[in-house]
């Protein structure tokens, strides 16, 4: 809960220019790759999130059916906005694989 408080903040602070949930996860990736934490310290409160991660979705499914009109006015874009971007992800994570397959070898 401190880095998300602490990226909250910090998003406040620039204007909400990334969302402060954004700031906090980078704030903990950063400190369990700099060892400021062990992943000891957050195992628990993690597996817990994963373990109930189906709760998070429920909001969502709600938010879809209650949008139901408008994102069917708009299904188009959605559709071609989804397509586009899971190919540019699934490319970029080709990559980066690619790129540490390469240095592992190496």
Excluded: C, H, W
Excluded at 15 to 20: K, Q, R
């Amino acid at each position: 809960m401190f880095y998300y408080f602490l990226g909250t903040l910090l998003s406040y602070l620039t204007g909400n220019f990334i969302p402060g949930s954004i700031l906090g996860m980078l704030l903990l990736f950063l400190s369990l790759v700099l060892k400021i934490i062990k992943p000891e310290q957050v195992r628990k409160t993690a597996t817990f999130f994963l373990d109930n991660m189906m709760l998070f979705f429920i909001p969502l499914g709600v938010g879809l059916v209650a949008s139901y009109a408008l994102i069917g006015k708009f299904l188009t874009a959605i559709t071609v906005a989804s397509a586009v971007s899971t190919v540019l992800v699934l490319i970029i994570v080709a990559l980066i694989a690619q790129k540490m397959e390469r240095k592992k070898d190496a």
